[in-house]
């Protein structure tokens, strides 16, 4: 897999076959999959309206990487900012990364397991909240860090989709076959719009 700048360079490579171009777009979702891939997957290419048929609307990768770019790059931001934080701790004695500072590690920051139930707004917009929730440390409140729900800390968001236990998250039976569909169904490009409803 080659590097997200490189494979952002290919998706908005106007002269390259759009086919290409969708495979580099799924690399650089690989690369940073806020939601996890497949929701991030399922959001990006809803928003950004990436046709069935590509060669409809190749251009509509470009929407697609430009949203995800932007995110990446606030991400990165935050990422210098922690690295250089942490390395004067270090120096004062903290060894250890505070409590408050462990969701910056993790590679889903609001995973979604269902493709298809994810907040809707942009990437950046999400991110922004987590941070604010996260600096604000409400995490240990039950409110949901995306989206402010009330709701046990320990369990799905129904209201955004997000589940803080992340990938690890083991889903109901049912749940988990409504996922997988829906995923199918992603891929394919026939789904729509987020669902919001009666998962629970
Ligand atoms: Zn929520």
Redesign the pocket.
């Known amino acids: 897999m080659s590097s997200f700048p490189a494979a952002a360079r290919r998706v908005r490579d106007s002269s390259a076959d759009p086919v290409a171009r969708f495979w580099a777009l799924r690399e650089c979702s690989l690369h940073f999959p806020l939601y996890g891939f497949r929701a991030t997957w399922h959001h990006l290419t809803v928003r950004a309206g990436v046709p069935a048929e590509l060669s409809e609307d190749p251009e509509s990768l470009t929407r697609a990487i430009d949203e995800l770019e932007e995110a990446r790059r606030h991400w990165l931001l935050l990422r210098t900012t922690y690295a250089r934080r942490r390395r004067i701790e270090k120096a004062d004695g903290q060894r250890q990364p505070a409590r408050t500072d462990q969701w910056l590690s993790a590679t889903s920051l609001a995973y979604c397991p269902d493709p298809q139930r994810h907040?809707d707004e942009r990437l950046v917009t999400v991110l922004h909240r987590l941070v604010d929730a996260n600096m604000n440390n409400l995490q240990p409140q039950p409110l949901?860090?995306?989206?402010?729900?009330a709701?046990p800390v320990d369990m799905l968001?129904?209201?955004?989709?997000?589940d803080p236990r992340g990938p690890t998250a083991k889903l109901s039976g049912d749940l988990q076959k409504q996922a997988t569909a829906n995923w199918h169904e992603v891929w394919n490009r026939t789904a729509q719009k987020p669902r919001r409803s009666a998962v629970n």
């Open positions: 907040p949901c860090a995306v989206c402010g729900t709701r968001c129904t209201a955004c989709g997000v």
